[in-house]
């Protein structure tokens, strides 16, 4: 398991069949992470988060769900990170949630 960062996220819009899903792009590092001035703003994305099943494909073909997302401190601002296997590759992949 790696900890990996939320870089950004995204509710899709169209098709409108596809509103309930979610977009997330992963990165390593937390300066690279979004980041958010309160961490009542970072929980709050975070619980929005948390509510998506969200999952990456793993290289075996198989998607793995991503679960635990947390907030933690950086310098003065917070970012949202979980625990996910990244197994042979560079987490800078997307992530799909749906409710």
Avoid at 16 to 42: G, I
Avoid at 45 to 51: F, H, M, T, V, Y
Wanted: aromatic share 12%.
């Amino acid at each position: 398991m790696s900890k990996v960062y939320v870089g950004q996220w995204k509710a899709r819009v169209e098709p409108p069949e596809e509103r309930h899903k979610v977009d997330v792009w992963f990165c390593s590092r937390a300066e690279s992470a979004a980041k958010f001035d309160t961490k009542e703003s970072a929980q709050y994305d975070r619980a929005l988060l948390q509510s998506f099943n969200v999952t990456i494909d793993v290289p075996n073909g198989l998607k793995q769900h991503c679960e635990g997302f947390a907030v933690e401190q950086w310098s003065d601002q917070f970012v949202i990170f979980c625990e996910a296997p990244f197994p042979g590759h560079e987490p800078s992949e997307v992530g799909t949630g749906e409710k």
